[in-house]
């Protein structure tokens, strides 16, 4: 050994290794590290806390459905009704989200097949501009609702969003919410059922429009379910909320949903539930 100097064993290298990004994701609930194939073999729930991670909407429908989902209403396109510039036009945002998710709008709707009980599946994508609702979007799911009365199956939306309304579209985004309302309302008219699930976060006008109207709602655990985020509503009304304020499990004490579904076992859920309704 040399004097004032450690000496460094030959099987140590002090040469810094090059690791392949994101190989590794850290839990914003538990603070775990998760193995991204691991993460993703678990349908993106943490294996530590149960922590759901957003889940893109082809993913959600492999999940449920695998191959037995035919998609339609795939040729209605978004367009830039209002010319909107700001940073970036809405042209170059679009495309910037297609590029970034690989889906066209934040919404994908179909017909499918569940333990051979056909019915409309609507999911919406929370990473495409939050999961917002423009025109595409509410066109979308109001042709899901129109298809499911026609046809006399189940529609079940899967929503997520915290987003709302565009307000690169104006008025046109605006007016979506009473629209698939509007279809909503048609369709429980027919007596078809309307099953709406909730995941994290399911908010502003996804939730005042469609998301609130089904006739069975389901939740992901912990999912963040309101209009207005609570840091607002605190700031407004000047006084400290409940715990738990507007999330699944405050909200399945006081009404507004009807059951908490772990995403690992939300197929199994619809399954019993359409079974149930004996359509």
């Known amino acids: 050994m040399v004097k004032g100097k450690t000496r460094v064993p030959l099987f140590f290298s002090t040469k810094k290794k090059d690791i392949p990004h ?11 590290i998760i193995f991204k194939k691991t993460l993703c073999e678990n349908l993106m729930v943490c294996p530590k806390c149960a922590y759901h991670f957003a889940l893109g909407a082809r993913e959600r429908i492999e999940s449920l459905l695998g191959e037995n989902f035919e998609e339609f209403s795939q040729e209605i396109k978004t367009t830039d009704p209002l010319n909107f510039t ?11 989200e297609q590029r970034k998710t690989g ?3 934040a919404c994908l709707v179909g017909e499918g097949k ?16 939050m999961g917002s609702m423009g025109s595409v979007v509410g066109e979308r799911i109001t042709r899901a609702a129109e298809r499911a009365k026609e046809k006399g199956m189940p529609l079940v939306i899967v929503s997520g969003s915290g987003g709302g309304a565009r ?15 509007a279809a909503i309302s048609k369709l429980n008219k027919s007596g078809v059922p309307f099953i709406s699930v909730l995941t994290n976060p399911t908010m502003a006008g996804v939730l005042a429009s469609f998301a609130s109207l089904g006739d069975i709602i389901i939740a992901e655990p912990r999912a963040l379910i309101g209009f207005t985020g609570p840091r607002v509503i605190e700031q407004t009304i ?3 909320l409940p ?20 995403r690992r076992k939300l197929k199994e859920t619809l399954e019993q539930v359409l079974e149930y309704l004996n359509v």
């Open 86 to 96: 700001a940073v970036k036009t809405y042209k170059e945002k679009i495309a910037e």
């Open 243 to 262: 715990s738990g304020f507007q999330r699944s499990e405050f909200l399945l004490q006081h009404g507004l949903i009807d059951m908490i579904v772990d």
């Open 238 to 240: 000047r006084q400290k």
């Open 114 to 129: 569940l333990n051979n009980r056909k019915f409309i599946l609507g999911v919406t994508d929370s990473r495409f501009m």
């Open 167 to 181: 307000m690169q579209e104006g008025m046109l985004s605006l007016m979506q919410m009473a629209k698939t309302s």
């Open 103 to 105: 889906l066209d709008e």
């Open 22 to 32: 994101g190989l590794w994701l850290k839990c914003p609930d538990c603070g775990g």
